[in-house]
C-alpha cells in the first residue's frame, strides 16, 4: 500500500498563518463593523430625532408669530367694531386691519366668520365683498377659489391656530385662523389665508440643517395633504400611526429611516427621511478600509511566515536529506548539516551529527565483525563439509563391514544357530540398516542449508499424486487427492515436503484396519493452506512442537520405525520459503499437518 504524502512544514506553515490570520480578521473587521454599523444607525437615529425636534420648533415659533399678529389683528377694533355693528356697511377701520394683513406677500385672502363658521366677509388683493353684497371697491383681478375653514373652526383646539393645509389647483394654502374677543366675549373668527411658498434662502437653510439625501415633509396631522414646501408630495409611510417613533421602511431609492412629530399650535405634522445607505455610509467605508488591511496584512503575513518556515524547514530538508545519504552509505552529507545554529534546531542537528559519527563508527565495527564471523563461518562450513564427507565415507566404510560379516553369519551358519543367536543376527542387520538410514537422513538435512531455493510455479495436486505413486502404500490405504491452488516454490524441495508429510501419515495410520489420508488445502485470508490428514495413531497435541526438531519422536521405534529428522527437514524446507508449518491432533484420532507458502 502507497505511503500517503502529506503537504509539506514549508507549506503548511504560511497556510496556516495566513487562514490565523484571516480568521482573526474577518472576527475582528465583522465585530468592529457591526459595532460601528450600530453605533452609526444610532447617531443617525438621534440626528433625525434632533433634525425633526428642531424642524418642529422652528414651525411651531414660525406659526406662533403669525397667529399672534393675525390674533392682535382680530382683536383690533375695526375687525372687533364690524361684528358689533354688523351688517352695517364696512368701516373704514376694518379694511385698514384687512390691507394690514394682505400687505404680507404670501397672504392671499383675509376673511370674517360668525361664531357658528359662516362667512360674513372676506377680502383679496382686488377687492372686499360682504354676504350678499357685491364687491366694494376696484376689482382687478379674478380671485382664486378658497377652500372651507369651517370644519378647521368647529375642530379648533385654541382660540388662535395655523389650521389644515388644503389643494387648490397646484397651489397649497393654509390659514391662520384668530378669535376676536372684546371685553373677553368671543365675537368671530378672522381667517388670514396664506400661500405655501419657500423662499430661496429658506430652502438654503433647510438643506443645510437636513444634508443631503434628507426628506422634509409637513403636512396634515390626519395624514390627509402632504408637502415639501415647494409642491403636494405623497407622505411619508406610516408615521402618522406611529408619531415620535422612528420607522423603517423601504424607498425606491432604498431603506430609509424617518421620524414625525406634530407641530404645537397647528393641525400640522413634520415628518424628516434619512436614507440609511448615507447613515451606513462611514460603516462601508471602515469595511472597505478593513478589506483592504485585511488583504495588505494576508500577504504580509504570508511573506513573514514564508521566511519564518524556510528559516525552519531548510535544516529539516537537510537533515532529511543527511539521513537518506547515511542510508544509502553516503556520510559525506553531514557536512552540509547547520550546526552553528544557537536554537533547538541547532541543538538537533549537533545531536544528529553525534549519532551519524556513532552510527559510522559502529557500521565499521560492525563490518569488521561480519567480516571476522564470516570467515569463521566459512571455516566451520569446511569443517562440516570434511565431517559430511566423513560421515558419507569413513563411517559407511566399517558400516558396511559389520553388515557384511552379519550376512555371512546368518547365510553360512544360520542352521546350526538357536533361536537367541538368530534374533541377535536379525537385530544386528536391522539396526545396521537403520544406521545407515540415519546417516542418509544427516546428510541431507546438513546439505540442505546450503541448498538455494529456485522458485517456480508448482502443480500442488500433481506433486503431491506423484508423491503418493512414489511411495506406493498399498490398497488397503484410501487416499483421497482434492483440488489445490498451484504454488510458487522449489518443485524439488516442496516434493520432499510431500513425501515425509505423506510418508508420515502411511505409517502411522497402517495399524489400522481401515487406513484413510485426504490431502487437500483451505483458503485463508493470508493465502491458501495445504494440509494431509490421516486416522492413524496421533499424539499428544501438547509436545506438537517437539515434533519439528532434530532426532524428537513421540512414538517408540518398537511402535514405529523412524529416525526423528523427517519432519525437522520439513519444517528446514518451509523455512527457506518463508512458509510455516504446524500441526493438530489427539491420540487415537489421527492427525492433521498445516503448512503455508507465501503468495
Same mark, same amino acid.
Request: aromatic share 8%.
Given at each position: ?67 399672534? &399678529? ?17 351688517? *352695517? ?42 354676504? &350678499? ?64 411658498? *419657500? ?24 395624514? *390627509? ?60 467605508? +471602515? ?66 551529527? /553525534? ?32 565431517? /559430511? ?26 542352521? /546350526? ?27 541431507? +538435512? ?44 522449489? /518443485? ?9 508429510? =505423506? ?47 532434530? +532426532? ?12 526423528? =529428522? ?34
Amino acid at each position: 500500500m502507497p505511503m500517503k504524502r502529506n503537504t509539506s512544514i514549508r507549506r503548511q506553515l504560511p497556510v496556516l498563518i495566513c487562514l490565523l490570520l484571516l480568521v482573526m480578521i474577518l472576527l475582528f473587521g465583522t465585530i468592529s463593523y457591526m459595532a460601528i454599523r450600530k453605533a452609526s444607525l444610532a447617531i443617525g437615529q438621534q440626528r433625525l430625532q434632533s433634525i425633526t425636534e428642531q424642524l418642529s420648533g422652528m414651525l411651531q415659533q414660525s406659526g406662533h408669530n403669525l397667529t399672534r &399678529g393675525t390674533g392682535a389683528v382680530a382683536n383690533s377694533a375695526g375687525i372687533t367694531d364690524y361684528f358689533e355693528t354688523q351688517p *352695517s356697511p364696512l368701516p373704514g377701520k376694518t379694511t385698514e386691519a384687512f390691507q394690514k394683513l394682505l400687505a404680507d406677500t404670501q397672504t392671499v385672502w383675509v376673511e370674517l366668520r360668525d361664531l357658528q363658521g359662516r362667512q360674513l366677509i372676506w377680502q383679496g388683493r382686488s377687492g372686499t365683498m360682504a354676504a &350678499g353684497q357685491g364687491i366694494s371697491g376696484r376689482e382687478t383681478g379674478k380671485q382664486p377659489t378658497i377652500p372651507d375653514a369651517t370644519r378647521d373652526l368647529m375642530e379648533k383646539t385654541d382660540s388662535d391656530f395655523v389650521g389644515k393645509l388644503y389643494r387648490v389647483g397646484d397651489s397649497l394654502y393654509y390659514p391662520i385662523i384668530a378669535m376676536a374677543v372684546k371685553d373677553g366675549k368671543e365675537l368671530g373668527w378672522l381667517l388670514q389665508w396664506r400661500i405655501v411658498r *419657500s423662499s430661496s434662502k429658506a430652502a438654503s437653510d433647510l438643506s443645510k440643517l437636513l444634508g443631503s439625501k434628507a426628506a422634509l415633509y409637513v403636512g396634515n396631522a390626519d395624514g *390627509s395633504l402632504w408637502t415639501d414646501l415647494a409642491q403636494p408630495v405623497p407622505g411619508p409611510l406610516l408615521v402618522r400611526e406611529n408619531p415620535r417613533k422612528i420607522m423603517h421602511y423601504d424607498r425606491p431609492g432604498g431603506e430609509v429611516i424617518a421620524y414625525a412629530l406634530p407641530i404645537p399650535g397647528s393641525k400640522w405634522m413634520v415628518a424628516v427621511e434619512l436614507s440609511q445607505a448615507l447613515i451606513l455610509e462611514a460603516a462601508g467605508k +471602515f469595511l472597505n478600509w478593513m478589506i483592504g488591511i485585511g488583504a495588505f496584512l494576508i500577504l504580509l503575513g504570508s511573506l513573514i511566515a514564508w521566511l519564518i518556515s524556510r528559516n525552519f524547514t531548510r535544516p529539516l530538508y537537510r537533515l532529511t536529506r543527511a539521513a537518506g545519504s547515511i542510508e544509502a552509505g553516503d556520510y559525506s552529507a553531514l557536512d552540509d548539516i547547520d550546526i552553528d545554529r544557537r536554537d533547538e534546531l541547532g541543538e538537533l542537528a549537533m545531536s544528529f551529527n /553525534s549519532m551519524a559519527v556513532r552510527v559510522h563508527h559502529t557500521q565499521e565495527e560492525l563490518e569488521k565483525k561480519v567480516q571476522s564471523r564470516t570467515q569463521e563461518l566459512e571455516a566451520v562450513n569446511k569443517e562440516l563439509e570434511a565431517f /559430511s564427507y566423513s560421515v558419507s565415507h569413513d563411517l559407511r566404510a566399517p558400516l558396511r563391514a559389520v553388515s557384511g560379516y552379519a550376512m555371512m553369519l546368518k547365510e553360512d551358519y544360520e542352521e /546350526s544357530f538357536d533361536a537367541e543367536a538368530k534374533r541377535i543376527t536379525g537385530n544386528i542387520l536391522v539396526n545396521v540398516k537403520m544406521m545407515g538410514q540415519l546417516i542418509d537422513d544427516l546428510l541431507a +538435512f546438513s546439505r540442505l542449508g546450503k541448498r538455494e531455493v529456485r522458485k517456480q510455479i508448482t502443480n500442488m495436486k500433481e506433486l503431491a499424486a506423484a508423491t503418493v505413486a512414489e511411495l506406493s502404500p498399498g490398497d488397503k490405504y484410501h487416499i483421497d487427492i482434492a483440488e489445490m491452488p498451484w504454488c510458487k516454490g522449489d /518443485s524439488d524441495l516442496l516434493k520432499q515436503v510431500w513425501i515425509n508429510l =505423506i510418508g508420515n501419515a502411511v505409517k502411522y495410520s497402517s495399524k489400522r484396519t481401515d487406513p484413510h489420508i485426504c490431502i487437500g488445502s483451505m483458503e485463508d485470508a493470508a493465502g491458501p493452506i495445504y494440509f494431509v490428514r490421516d486416522n492413524g495413531a496421533g499424539f499428544d497435541n501438547k509436545y506438537a512442537e517437539k515434533l519439528f526438531k532434530v +532426532f524428537q519422536r513421540l512414538h517408540s521405534h518398537e511402535e514405529f520405525e523412524g529416525t526423528g =529428522i523427517g519432519l525437522a527437514l520439513v519444517k528446514r524446507i518451509l523455512d527457506k520459503h518463508k512458509g510455516e508449518i504446524w500441526a493438530d491432533s489427539t491420540p487415537g484420532n489421527g492427525a492433521v499437518f498445516y503448512f503455508r507458502l507465501p503468495v
